[in-house]
């Protein structure tokens, strides 16, 4: 998806299949979902048109050959090794960073952008889900799956400066515009470690992280089993998927209650705000399909056909295009948000999960 996620947080999202709908599968896919074992093809796709050439770089994670693709103006123009099983992928607000969360190997790759190698390779926790960076910056939140914690990175050192019990499996995270509050969604656990505090106190749970503390100060039932989540870029509403319920819970951050419900795709897992806000686009992992919530009125207005198995989604700094990652068919689709249309299909991936766009 699950995560992705830019102001509303990291320009991307993917999601996590919560654990629970996983067991028996490989274990880079725990919490991601069955994923084609195919192999990295040569680059084919269709012609881009202006949605899909923005020479700002796209990061699309490929979680079977341990790289991350850039795509940039409808092309694939560099190849990085990362860790084991890269997921999730986020951009840091003036595009000199990205962050992989290595979901096989307990880590997150930092990426430096300019040089596109990894300076810097930190250890977090066991099935790092999702991650998400400040506004300002300065810090990077990433949500550990199996342990139900998120593991919170200073970017100036790149190591960990504090872990936060949040219970359960935790599967997407987001970073309030004002950088105050973390949103970290998930399932609980089915008894065990981190039972009975935190996203563990209910089926399925948004809880909310004060950034000054580092500490769990609300924790919001939605139910469903959620994977993703985004924040608005004014702050003032989480969009939440639910990966069991087919639908996305709108909870209000003033009341931290769930004022909504939006029914979209099958298996829903990740979320992306527009930076204007108006809407948000959902990748819907059993349907094929992107959900495009008009959050005025918090309904589906279209929904669009993408790749087999869409997980990550991610919309560009200018609002003008939506990137999705196909998952089963080794794409990623350009979305033109101006007409809800694909209107480039790329080809060559390998098991593209995660995906974010720089700024």
Do not use: C, W
């Not at 930076?275 to 959902?282: E, F, M, Q, T």
């Amino acid at each position: 998806m699950p995560s992705t996620r830019p102001t509303s947080t990291a320009r991307g999202a993917v999601f996590r299949r919560p654990p629970a709908l996983a067991k028996g599968a490989a274990v880079a896919l725990v919490a991601a979902g069955t994923l084609a074992a195919a192999g990295p093809a040569a680059l084919a796709g269709t012609t881009p048109t202006a949605a899909s050439t923005s020479g700002q770089p796209v990061y699309v994670s490929n979680i079977n050959a341990g790289t991350v693709s850039v795509l940039r103006s409808g092309a694939v123009v560099a190849t990085i090794p990362v860790g084991s099983g890269p997921g999730a992928v986020a951009v840091s607000p003036d595009g000199s960073a990205a962050y992989v969360a290595d979901f096989g190997g307990a880590s997150v790759s930092v990426i430096d952008t300019g040089s596109a190698t990894v300076r810097a390779t930190v250890p977090v926790g066991t099935d790092p889900a999702a991650v998400a960076v400040s506004p300002d910056g300065s810090t990077v939140y990433v949500a550990n799956g199996i342990d139900g914690t998120v593991s919170v990175i200073a970017a100036a050192t790149d190591s960990v400066v504090a872990t936060v019990p949040v219970g359960g499996h935790p599967a997407g995270v987001a970073v309030s515009p004002d950088g105050g509050s973390v949103y970290v969604s998930g399932t609980a656990a089915a008894g065990g470690a981190g039972a009975g505090s935190g996203l563990a106190a209910a089926a399925g749970a948004v809880s909310v992280i004060s950034t000054d503390t580092d500490t769990v100060t609300a924790t919001i039932a939605v139910g469903g089993s959620p994977t993703g989540v985004a924040v608005s870029p004014d702050g003032g509403t989480v969009y939440a998927t639910g990966f069991a319920s087919n639908s996305v819970a709108v909870i209000d951050t003033g009341s931290e209650t769930v004022v909504g419900t939006v029914a979209v795709g099958s298996h829903p897992g990740a979320v992306a705000v527009s930076p204007d806000g108006s809407a948000a686009y959902v990748s819907n992992f059993g349907s094929g399909s992107v959900s495009v919530i008009d959050t005025g009125s918090d309904a589906v207005t279209a929904t669009v056909r993408v790749g087999s198995g869409p997980e990550g989604v991610a919309v560009s700094a200018d609002g003008s295009a939506a990137y999705v990652a196909g998952s089963h068919g080794n794409t990623v689709s350009v979305i033109a948000t101006a007409t809800d249309t694909v209107t480039a299909t790329v080809h060559g991936f390998a098991g593209p999960t995660g995906v974010a766009a720089a700024p």
